[in-house]
């Protein structure tokens, strides 16, 4: 029986902010719960180490609701935040199924046991906000690990209730000589209080008074006690038990790959261990080198051989005047998809870079010194998955030094990949045959104006803006930098256009291709012919950086169509074009457009025979683009 003195408690709001079950910590991890969990919670174990390697552990069991700690008390909290969130459906649904759960006899529930070992444990020490228990426990939005540790946000640990279908978690370790620490923690939503009728915040604890933790074991409920130094992590109503075991496997895979193989990290799930003996094996059985690494599905396997083989594979080594001593090691395969995964000293994957080249290849950029270090844990955001100069958590402005180390990351990829594919330095990628069409040269200092201007940073020249009052923060932002300059209209003869006849393309300031491009009309479509109607289109691109230092692609299309029509789209390269996945399109006003892949589906000139756009790509590669338009089916 757990000890009358231990209970659930939130403190009231003091007439101060409310919150409602939209957490924002929580919810930055919502869609993939497996995904995000084995990452953030193999981060932290790295972090903990003691001795290399770590080991984690993964068990599912199932117990009855009614056998956690108090179940009449939190059952009566899930009643209260149910009534309180009336007008809100979804959350009036989760809180009342939690409330349901925990009735009358019960019912059987998940938990998800997260143990590691070889780690310090979650060190207490009362009163010190720096310890590890503080930090996991009571803070958010801060983190207190070492300079070159996995994390500096402080917001990972909102995967572990992202995981929980009662968004409650326990915590149970031992570290020291002998010491110990348990405590459960909710995430919930404000409520009032039935005996003191306050409204109390969203966040508790289960323990003593005061939100206080237990530090004698005698006290910790038995189900929950811990043997050895380590931390046990239990996540009370774990959502994914179907294929838990598959899910959270092909994520330590696809993220930890490295720090397995390094001997850093060993991962047991449901009783299956992963080590740096098994690891290709474990590889093999889920993926296969000829499959094609996509955001949806992801193939760890191609990075993993370019990192290990002794054959064929190409190592560029460079010391970096801000990150210090870099390595690229690529491999090529005509099944490889172009891209470029990117690693510290925590031995987990960070980020994936495309990379366009026509030579297929694999590679794995890795930064192992404490210096280089230090400054890519700054770079990091939240979920762990890209270094920007802009994600700094203690800077507004980007440091200097971070803007040069994501330079240098750029530089040294592409610069070595260039020689991969024996371009010279400084040699750009072009269609074959643009440059007659383009007399100006590129400058990628131009931003794409209102949808009748293109104006260049630093000739500061106020104009009217014919929508008046309409005009927002950010169109007011870009106006302080436009100018009257107007795109020009040619007429040129082009190779797709009928004999006799020419048509009209962009010639405007920036960076990109234009003209005049008839798409091919056959398409072969599993092993087929296919006739599809190919429509002319005037297009002219430019390719700037975007205030969050992203490129955005920018493209002026017109077309007398009186249909829909799809458009492809494709990047220039040295002897051809590729297709390119797009990550994100809408017009110039912020309406989306529809995206498959490398098309912009079911594109309407029929009311207005111009499109001015913008996409993201996968790749923060400027590209010259070359598009093709047919009739949409």
Same mark, same amino acid.
């Given at each position: 029986m757990t000890d009358s003195r231990l209970k659930y408690e939130f403190a009231p709001t003091g007439g101060g902010d409310e919150t409602g079950s939209n957490d924002p910590v929580t919810s930055t991890f919502k869609g993939d719960c497996s995904?995000?969990?084995?990452?953030?919670?193999?981060?932290?174990?790295?972090?903990a180490a003691i001795k290399f390697p770590v080991k984690a552990h993964f068990e599912l069991f199932t117990m009855n609701s009614c056998e956690l700690p108090q179940p009449d008390q939190l059952r009566k909290i899930f009643e209260e935040c149910w009534?309180?969130?009336?007008?809100?459906?979804?959350?009036?649904?989760?809180?009342?199924?939690?409330?349901?759960?925990?009735?009358?006899?019960?019912?059987?529930?998940?938990?998800?046991k997260i143990s590691d070992f070889n780690t310090r444990g979650m060190v207490y020490k009362e009163g010190d906000k720096q310890c590890d228990y503080h930090s996991f426990m009571k803070a958010v939005g801060s983190s207190f690990k070492p300079t070159s540790g996995g994390g500096s946000w402080g917001l990972g640990k909102g995967s572990y209730f992202a995981a929980s279908s009662y968004r409650t978690i326990f915590i149970s370790s031992m570290y020291?000589?002998?010491?110990?620490?348990?405590?459960?923690?909710?995430?919930?939503?404000?409520?009032?209080?039935?005996?003191s009728r306050e409204i109390m915040q969203g966040n508790g604890s289960f323990g003593f008074p005061g939100q206080k933790p237990v530090t004698d074991p005698n006290l910790v409920p038995e189900i929950f006690k811990r043997e050895e130094q380590g931390t046990d992590i239990y996540i009370v109503g774990f959502e994914e038990s179907g294929k838990w075991e598959e899910l959270i496997t092909k994520s330590v895979l696809n993220n930890f790959w490295p720090a397995i193989y390094k001997h850093m990290l060993e991962v047991t799930i449901g009783g299956e261990e992963i080590n740096s003996e098994n690891l290709e094996q474990k590889l093999k059985k889920f993926y296969s080198l000829d499959d094609p690494d996509t955001d949806k599905n992801p193939n760890p396997f191609p990075y993993y051989y370019a990192y290990t083989t002794s054959q064929n594979r190409k190592i560029f080594e460079k010391e970096l005047p801000v990150l210090g001593k870099t390595q690229l090691y690529v491999l090529?395969?005509?099944?490889?998809?172009?891209?470029?995964?990117?690693?510290?000293?925590?031995?987990?994957?960070?980020?994936?870079?495309?990379?366009?080249?026509?030579?297929?290849?694999?590679?794995?950029f890795e930064c192992d010194n404490e210096k280089g270090n230090q400054i890519l844990q700054r770079m990091e955001n939240p979920t762990h998955n890209e270094w920007r100069s802009?994600?700094?958590?203690?800077?507004?402005?980007?440091?200097?030094?971070?803007?040069?180390?994501?330079?240098?990351?750029?530089?040294?990829?592409?610069?070595?990949?260039?020689?991969?594919?024996?371009?010279?330095?400084?040699?750009?990628?072009?269609?074959k045959g643009l440059e007659k069409y383009l007399g100006i040269p590129a400058d990628e200092n131009y931003v794409f104006g209102t949808p009748f201007e293109i104006a260049k940073i630093g000739e500061l020249q106020e104009i009217e803006d014919e929508r008046g009052p309409e005009l927002g923060k950010q169109d007011r932002d870009r106006r302080e930098v436009r100018?009257?300059?107007?795109?020009?209209?040619?007429? /040129?003869?082009? !190779?797709? %256009? =009928?004999?006799?006849? +020419?048509?009209?393309?962009? *010639?405007?300031?920036?960076?990109?291709?234009?003209?005049?491009?008839?798409?091919?009309?056959?398409?072969?479509?599993?092993?087929?012919?296919?006739?599809?109607?190919?429509?002319?289109?005037?297009?002219?691109?430019?390719a700037p950086k975007n205030l969050n230092k992203e490129t955005e692609h920018l493209f002026i299309i017109r077309s007398k169509s009186s249909k829909k029509i799809d458009i492809e789209v494709r990047a220039?390269?040295?002897?051809?074009?590729?297709? /390119?996945?797009? !990550?994100? %399109? =809408?017009?110039?006003? +912020?309406?989306?457009?529809? *995206?498959?892949?490398?098309?912009?589906?079911?594109?309407?000139?029929?009311?207005?025979?111009?499109?001015?756009?913008?996409?993201?790509f996968e790749?923060?590669?400027?590209?010259?683009?070359?598009?093709?338009?047919?009739e949409h089916k």
């Open positions: 995904y995000h969990l084995a990452r953030e919670t193999l981060q932290n174990i790295i972090d009534r309180y969130v009336r007008g809100a459906p979804r959350a009036q649904d989760f809180f009342k199924k939690a409330w349901e759960d925990l009735g009358p006899g019960g019912i059987q529930i998940h938990i998800l020291g000589d002998d010491k110990y620490v348990f405590q459960g923690k909710l995430r919930l939503s404000s409520h009032i209080d039935i005996e090529e395969n005509d099944c490889f998809s172009n891209r470029v995964v990117c690693f510290r000293s925590t031995g987990m994957i960070i980020q994936k870079l495309l990379k366009l080249s026509t030579r297929k290849y694999a590679a794995v802009h994600n700094d958590p203690d800077h507004i402005k980007p440091s200097k030094e971070l803007v040069n180390a994501e330079k240098e990351i750029n530089s040294f990829i592409k610069d070595n990949l260039r020689r991969l594919t024996k371009l010279d330095e400084g040699e750009t990628l072009s269609i100018t009257k300059l107007k795109p020009v209209m040619q007429t /040129v003869e082009t !190779k797709e %256009a =009928e004999e006799g006849k +020419g048509d009209e393309f962009f *010639v405007g300031e920036g960076e990109g291709d234009g003209g005049y491009r008839e798409s091919e009309e056959i398409l072969v479509e599993g092993g087929g012919i296919k006739r599809r109607v190919a429509i002319p289109i005037n297009y002219r691109t430019f220039a390269v040295d002897d051809g074009t590729l297709p /390119v996945s797009i !990550k994100q %399109a =809408e017009d110039i006003n +912020g309406n989306p457009l529809k *995206v498959d892949g490398y098309w912009i589906k079911a594109v309407d000139f029929r009311v207005n025979d111009e499109l001015r756009a913008k996409i993201k790749t923060d590669e400027k590209l010259a683009l070359n598009l093709r338009a047919y």
